[in-house]
């Protein structure tokens, strides 16, 4: 079996990367002929063994499944539609089956199992927090809500609790509520480095013990009580990792929408790029503290820390969305993700993704001079448009790149499916995401 985590920042384009995959994957498993121009470089990598591809029966894990055939069904509607938004967790599994040869003997094929568990981007935000203590991230949170608007309320109300105030159950949940409310205000204006990130998706169910706490710098009663809870969200991450049903992912792709970005101006990129050296951080560096106790008992660890010591086996950065500029652009923006998110020890890769493509590239006369621009249909609309919104960096921008604002992203709407969907959904880049997540097992 092969599980695959998907996460990344909010409407990163999860749903789409899962759909594709299902979709892509169900008519390469259609056999030659028909999956012939699906996935190139996949094909290429099995040769000549044949595969085929099933939804795998459902119950195995106890997760919502993913809804891949309605979503795909949205897709091949007329005119497409893009899949309902859905939040929440679910698992999308695929039944492999690739013909084994030994010269011209055929052998009983080989199965695999293909998890891909979309995980809620919020959460990946709070693996930071396993190498953090109480004090060190309240101070770093105050810091980045400073002069901030939509903070104002709650660094007030911060800011005049007396340093040594004793526990109190009325304040811990005052100053709950506003903390909360601060991070709905800050995602709505676009944000994405927002922790933790259980408190704007917790996890089902009953609320957690641990809910009542927010950043404080205090040394009294009520600073020790808020991190005792910020501890006992770190142990419900810890024991997350390790859940049978959720955890023990050991490949990741982590989706950003990069160009959306870019598009957000300097405040909204530079939240970015912090969160992605947060995440990218806490992935590659599993744990060093982990290493250390490993030196002073070795083989003496639980369990729990196992996987997690490990990291991830392979890690995939994908800026999303990249239908909306142009192939020399595009090249930029995996080179831009790669130095927002570096790569750690174990395999990554970084690339510009386009999991349901719905532009074609076009050069575009700009006073004189082509460039390379796209041309899609707009969502709402038959009209096809063409979209230059600029130039992308190759590496985080500096101030005179945002005197000259990233064009408008329009949204564009899924391109209708060639060939009556035998020829797959239509992508850029997810040939190589998956010959690169599943390179070691085909
Ligand atoms: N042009 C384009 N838009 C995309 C693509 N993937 C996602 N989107 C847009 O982003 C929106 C959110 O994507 P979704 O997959 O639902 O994000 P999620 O919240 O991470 O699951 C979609 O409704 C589309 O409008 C893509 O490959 N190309
Ligand atoms: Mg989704």
Same mark, same amino acid.
């Given at each position: !079996?092969v599980?695959?985590?998907?996460?990344?920042?909010?409407?990163a384009?999860k749903?789409?990367?899962l759909?594709s995959?299902?979709?892509?994957?169900?008519?390469?498993?259609?056999?030659?002929?028909r999956?012939?121009?699906?996935?190139p470089?996949?094909?290429?990598?099995?040769?000549?063994?044949a595969i085929t591809?099933a939804?795998?029966?459902?119950?195995a894990?106890?997760?919502?499944?993913?809804?891949?055939?309605?979503?795909?069904?949205?897709?091949?509607?007329?005119?497409?539609r893009?899949?309902?938004r859905?939040?929440?967790?679910?698992l999308?599994?695929?039944?492999?089956?690739?013909?084994?040869?030994?010269?011209?003997m055929?052998?009983?094929a080989?199965?695999l199992?293909?998890?891909?568990?979309?995980?809620?981007g919020e959460?990946?935000l709070?693996?930071?927090l396993?190498?953090?203590?109480?004090a060190?991230?309240?101070?770093?949170?105050?810091?980045?809500?400073?002069?901030?608007?939509?903070?104002?309320?709650?660094?007030a109300?911060?800011?005049?609790?007396?340093a040594?105030?004793?526990?109190?159950e009325?304040?811990?949940?005052?100053g709950?509520?506003?903390?909360?409310a601060?991070l709905?205000?800050?995602r709505?204006?676009?944000l +994405?480095f927002?922790q933790?990130?259980?408190?704007?998706?917790?996890?089902?169910g009953?609320?957690?013990?641990?809910?009542?706490?927010?950043p404080?710098?205090?040394t009294?009663?009520?600073?020790?009580?808020?991190?005792?809870r910020?501890?006992?969200?770190?142990?419900a991450?810890r @024991?997350?990792?390790?859940?049978? +049903?959720?955890?023990?992912?050991d490949?990741?792709?982590?989706l950003?929408?990069?160009?959306?970005?870019?598009?957000?101006?300097a405040?909204?990129?530079?939240?970015?790029?912090?969160?992605?050296a947060?995440?990218?951080?806490?992935?590659?560096?599993?744990?060093?503290w982990?290493?250390?106790?490993? @030196?002073?008992?070795?083989?003496?660890?639980p369990?729990?820390?196992?996987?997690? @010591?490990?990291?991830?086996?392979?890690?995939?950065w994908?800026?999303?969305?990249?239908?909306?500029v142009?192939?020399?652009?595009?090249?930029?923006?995996a080179?831009?993700?790669?130095? !927002?998110?570096?790569?750690?020890?174990a395999?990554c890769?970084?690339?510009a993704?386009?999991?349901?493509?719905c532009?074609?590239?076009?050069?575009?006369?700009?006073?004189?001079r082509?460039v390379?621009?796209v @041309?899609?249909?707009l969502?709402?609309?038959?009209?096809?448009?063409?979209s230059?919104?600029?130039?992308?960096?190759?590496?985080?921008p500096?101030?005179?790149f945002?005197?000259?604002?990233?064009?408008?992203?329009?949204?564009?709407a899924?391109?209708?499916?060639?060939?009556?969907?035998?020829?797959g959904?239509?992508?850029?880049?997810?040939?190589?995401l998956l010959?690169?997540?599943?390179d070691?097992?085909?």
């Amino acid at each position: !079996m092969v599980r695959i985590g998907v996460t990344g920042l909010a409407r990163a384009g999860k749903t789409a990367l899962l759909t594709s995959i299902a979709g892509n994957l169900l008519e390469l498993g259609k056999g030659a002929g028909r999956g012939a121009a699906v996935l190139p470089a996949l094909r290429g990598r099995l040769g000549e063994r044949a595969i085929t591809v099933a939804y795998a029966p459902a119950g195995a894990a106890g997760l919502a499944r993913f809804p891949a055939a309605g979503n795909l069904a949205a897709l091949a509607a007329d005119p497409p539609r893009w899949p309902d938004r859905t939040d929440g967790t679910s698992l999308l599994a695929l039944d492999l089956r690739i013909e084994r040869r030994l010269g011209r003997m055929k052998l009983p094929a080989r199965r695999l199992r293909l998890e891909l568990l979309d995980y809620p981007g919020e959460w990946l935000l709070d693996l930071p927090l396993l190498a953090q203590d109480f004090a060190g991230w309240s101070a770093a949170v105050l810091r980045r809500l400073e002069g901030r608007p939509e903070a104002a309320a709650f660094l007030a109300f911060v800011h005049a609790l007396p340093a040594g105030a004793a526990a109190d159950e009325a304040l811990a949940a005052a100053g709950h509520q506003l903390y909360r409310a601060c991070l709905v205000a800050l995602r709505a204006a676009g944000l +994405s480095f927002l922790q933790p990130g259980r408190f704007l998706m917790p996890p089902p169910g009953a609320p957690p013990p641990w809910i009542g706490f927010f950043p404080a710098l205090g040394t009294g009663g009520l600073q020790r009580l808020l991190a005792a809870r910020f501890d006992a969200l770190r142990d419900a991450v810890r @024991r997350e990792l390790v859940d049978p +049903s959720f955890g023990r992912v050991d490949r990741l792709v982590v989706l950003a929408d990069i160009l959306g970005g870019l598009h957000g101006g300097a405040a909204a990129f530079a939240d970015m790029r912090a969160a992605l050296a947060a995440a990218s951080g806490a992935i590659n560096r599993p744990a060093a503290w982990l290493a250390w106790l490993d @030196r002073l008992v070795p083989g003496r660890l639980p369990d729990w820390v196992v996987p997690w @010591r490990a990291g991830p086996r392979r890690v995939v950065w994908a800026a999303t969305k990249a239908d909306h500029v142009g192939r020399q652009q595009r090249g930029n923006l995996a080179r831009l993700i790669g130095t !927002m998110a570096p790569a750690g020890s174990a395999p990554c890769l970084h690339l510009a993704l386009a999991s349901v493509r719905c532009t074609e590239d076009v050069a575009h006369d700009l006073a004189g001079r082509p460039v390379s621009a796209v @041309r899609g249909r707009l969502l709402g609309g038959e009209r096809a448009a063409l979209s230059y919104p600029g130039e992308v960096p190759d590496s985080p921008p500096d101030d005179g790149f945002w005197r000259h604002p990233f064009l408008a992203l329009p949204e564009f709407a899924p391109a209708r499916l060639p060939a009556g969907g035998r020829g797959g959904v239509p992508q850029i880049g997810l040939d190589e995401l998956l010959c690169f997540l599943l390179d070691d097992v085909l």
